[in-house]
């Protein structure tokens, strides 16, 4: 018996922004936003950025994972705040093929 995929694991590997300016505009403000980051490392199935541990930071990357949740919802993201205000390490993670559409998508981020 066949056993089928749930839907949130079929979802393709596209972004919903179809308007080439607006996605140009995503991508510098993203790129703008993450040049804050502190360090990159990459994992499996995606990356890890760490940032400083300032409430405004946290403020800014979930607003950037909600609007991200919308237009690209085959991504996972974790935001994690290590203990005594260690960094805060955002871990943007998918399914096969997430780095490579992250590294075409955002070259000097994933060089």
């Not at 403000?29 to 760490?50: P, R, W």
């Amino acid at each position: 018996m066949a056993t089928s995929m749930p839907p949130y694991e079929q979802e393709p590997l596209a972004c919903r922004i179809q308007d080439p300016a607006q996605l140009r505009q995503r991508q510098t403000e993203v790129t703008t936003l993450f040049k804050g980051a502190t360090s990159t490392q990459e994992l499996t199935d995606g990356y890890a950025l760490s940032f400083p541990s300032e409430a405004g930071w946290a403020t800014k990357l979930l607003e950037f994972i909600l609007f991200e949740n919308e237009c690209c919802p085959f991504y996972t993201f974790e935001l994690i705040f290590e203990h005594q205000h260690g960094p805060l390490w955002l871990r943007w993670r998918g399914p096969e093929g997430t780095k490579d559409v992250l590294k075409s998508s955002f070259a000097e981020l994933f060089a």
